[in-house]
C-alpha cells in the first residue's frame, strides 16, 4: 500500500495478546483516573482491536487490561490514544508502538523495567531516590505530552 501522506482520523488499535490463556476474554480499555472501563473488546485468535474516527485533539492514556484465569494477576498496558496506527502486545512483557507518543510510552517503560533488573543488591533508600529521578527525567523528557502527565499522576508516591 502506497503512503499517501494523510494522517489517520482517530485512532486504532492492533493488539495482540497470544497467551492462551486470554481466547475468548476481554480486553478493558479503562480511564487512568478512576480504573473504570470506557470500552471493551473481545480476544479472538490472540487479536483484538479498538477504533474510532472521531480527530483526537487532545491525547490521553488509558490502561488496556487483561484478567488473567490462573493466577489472577493484571496484565496492564498504558496507551496513549492520539490519532494513528497504534500496537499494543500484552502478554509476560507489554509493549507499545506505532505512534509518537506510544514509542514515548514505550521508552519510559522500558526504562523502568531495566531499572527494576539494575536494583537488585541494592539498598530500599538507594533505589527509592534512583527511581524518583527516573520518573523527573522522563517527566521532564515529556513535559509538553499525555506521558509526561501519565507519569506525573500514575507514580505521584514515587516523585
Known amino acids: 500500500m502506497a503512503c499517501t501522506g494523510h494522517q489517520i482520523k482517530g485512532y486504532e488499535i492492533n493488539g495482540s495478546a497470544p497467551l492462551p490463556e486470554f481466547e475468548g476474554k476481554m480486553v478493558y480499555m479503562k480511564d487512568v483516573s478512576n480504573g473504570q472501563p470506557v470500552d ?42 492520539e490519532n494513528g496506527s497504534i500496537q499494543a502486545y500484552i502478554s509476560d512483557v507489554v509493549c507499545t508502538g506505532g505512534t509518537m507518543l506510544n514509542e514515548r510510552m514505550q521508552d519510559f517503560l522500558m526504562a523502568v523495567d531495566e531499572y527494576s533488573t539494575a536494583c537488585e543488591n541494592k539498598q530500599t533508600e538507594q533505589i527509592k531516590s534512583g527511581f524518583a529521578d527516573l520518573l523527573k527525567k522522563y517527566i521532564e523528557i515529556n513535559d509538553d505530552n499525555a506521558v509526561g502527565e501519565y507519569i506525573r499522576t500514575a507514580y505521584r508516591s514515587s516523585l
Open 40 to 81: 471493551s473488546a473481545e480476544i479472538i485468535h490472540g487479536k483484538f482491536d479498538f477504533s474510532d474516527t472521531v480527530t483526537i485533539v487532545s491525547p490521553v492514556v488509558k490502561v488496556l487490561s487483561i484478567r488473567a484465569n490462573k493466577s489472577g494477576l493484571e496484565y496492564r498496558l498504558p496507551v496513549v490514544i
